[in-house]
């Protein structure tokens, strides 16, 4: 039996020469864990709120600044492609130097950025601004896989997983209601006064309870933490170590920004990070798209183009909230079948272990549905459907997506368990620049294909990823042996 390298060895046997017990992954309670893991998703909630959030208020942003729209789209567009490069930076000094003094790095930053752009009342500022502000929000969510990584087993990774990606997906129905409703109401500065508050309001949390969780740093949770690294007062006290503990390495290590490009030459990582990423491309170009399109369609107003994100939004909660707990289920049946009890695998039963039957063999008709709304919502626009219609579509994608989402996420950070922060950032860069190049020509696509061929393009590109799925739950555990045999 292989010994653990990142948790407390234990002094006591039941018996003079018996087999010790083996030290617990995390001394973190339930409780503790859950509450840390709310912390990340809060944090999370950030990235894809500012972006949201901003939406309804485009038009009004351009009236006040005296510019066109498609110079406001412009920072869009830029904040997406600093979201794209930053975590990759964020990502492996997380994994390398600890949780905690990222996170509040990056959430002063971000505080900082929204107070300028309150304050501002220039195009230039703007844009400048607004890539500040995506540098301190989108490395948020590279940071949270890492801290549930560091908390939680494989076994339960999918609950965790779903729970986390409730922050990010409670951004599309809340954004934009609350986005319209403060630019209708206070102006479209006050947008940006409510994410100062917010995003304060958690830097708070973070900097007072929030644990460093970093198993480089702190093993199980059982080697005391000092500095940034410890929490002023955490809400949970831990149990002291009887001996020294272990960790995985010693002390921290320059970050590496190039990590996250390394990842993606992995063959079976490639494929997760390529339809991971083809999803979240169709997904924003669809919630992108849905404003302009319903607002010149169906004559909303602007606080009615904020309320047709809410189907979407319903989708992704409840599939994120649900989904997770069917994974926990799935990954212990498939323990079952191979006869691996998952509640002491060793490091070679870990490698046998099919990761990619566990997480992906019940996404299939999710990714079925994904394609099929996709191509379905273009021709209902095209058609002038009932609002109802597209909007129903929406939901149905938004859950469905969400699905794919917590699967194909869960799943990368099992396969990257050492750099499980890096590992997000290498999804968070393919998918942002495949997003931004597909935002950038949206309109394009839309005028001369028109609205129904546009997105039967997109969900014909989603059907792809089922050959490819299906060749990583065939391949992936041989290529994840082959890449054990050659370290």
């Not at 979201?83 to 000094?93: D, E, K, M, R």
């Not at 965790?160 to 403060?182: D, K, R, T």
Request: aromatic letters at 10%; charged letters at 10%; glycine letters at 8%.
């Amino acid at each position: 039996m292989s010994k653990p390298l990142n948790n407390v060895s234990d002094a006591n046997t039941t018996e003079l020469g018996s087999t010790p017990e083996p030290p617990p992954f995390t001394v973190f309670t339930r409780w503790h864990r859950q509450y840390i893991v709310f912390l990340a998703t809060f944090a999370g909630m950030f990235s894809t709120l500012s972006s949201f959030i901003f939406y309804p208020a485009i038009n009004s942003i351009a009236d006040g600044l005296g510019v066109g729209v498609e110079l406001i789209n412009l920072s869009v567009t830029s904040y997406m492609v600093v979201a794209g490069v930053i975590p990759s930076l964020l990502g492996n000094a997380a994994d390398n130097m600890g949780r905690r003094p990222i996170y509040i790095s990056a959430l002063v930053v971000y505080l900082v950025a929204n107070v300028g752009l309150a304050l501002q009342n220039s195009f230039p500022a703007l844009l400048a601004l607004r890539m500040v502000q995506s540098a301190g929000s989108s490395g948020m969510i590279s940071l949270g896989y890492g801290v549930i990584a560091d908390l939680v087993t494989p076994a339960e990774r999918g609950f965790y997983v779903g729970m986390f990606s409730m922050g990010p997906n409670v951004a599309p129905p809340l954004g934009p209601i609350i986005g319209g409703a403060l630019a209708a109401r206070l102006g479209w500065k006050s947008i940006f006064w409510f994410l100062c508050i917010a995003g304060g309001f958690c830097l708070l949390l973070i900097l007072l309870t929030l644990p460093e969780t970093s198993r480089r740093l702190v093993g199980n949770g059982n080697v005391s933490a000092r500095g940034i690294h410890r929490a002023p007062f955490p809400l949970a006290k831990l149990p002291k170590a009887s001996t020294p503990a272990h960790t995985e390495s010693s002390g921290s290590r320059i970050p590496n920004p190039l990590a996250c490009l390394w990842i993606l030459l992995r063959k079976d990582v490639a494929i997760v990070v390529l339809c991971f990423s083809i999803y979240y491309t169709t997904s924003c170009c669809m919630q992108a798209s849905l404003s302009t399109l319903a607002l010149e369609i169906y004559d909303l107003d602007e606080l009615q183009g904020g309320l047709i994100y809410i189907p979407y939004g319903i989708g992704c909660l409840v599939s994120t909230f649900g989904w997770g707990k069917i994974l926990n289920y799935e990954y212990a049946r498939a323990a079952k079948r191979h006869g691996v009890p998952i509640d002491r695998m060793s490091a070679m039963s870990a490698l046998e272990f099919p990761l990619e039957e566990a997480r992906l063999r019940s996404s299939f008709p999710f990714v079925v549905a994904t394609a099929a709304a996709a191509i379905s919502y273009g021709w209902v626009l095209e058609r002038r459907a009932h609002i109802a219609v597209p909007l129903t579509l929406q939901a149905i994608f938004g859950f469905s997506v969400s699905c794919l989402f917590v699967s194909l996420g869960t799943l990368n950070t099992d396969l990257n368990a050492d750099m499980p922060s890096t590992a997000a950032a290498s999804v968070n860069l393919v998918r942002c620049a495949m997003a931004a190049a597909a935002l950038a020509v949206l309109q394009i696509m839309i005028d001369r294909m028109g609205v129904g061929w546009c997105f039967a393009t997109f969900g014909l590109i989603c059907a792809l990823c089922v050959p490819l799925l299906i060749a990583e739950m065939r391949y992936g555990p041989r290529w994840r042996r082959e890449r054990s045999n050659t370290v």
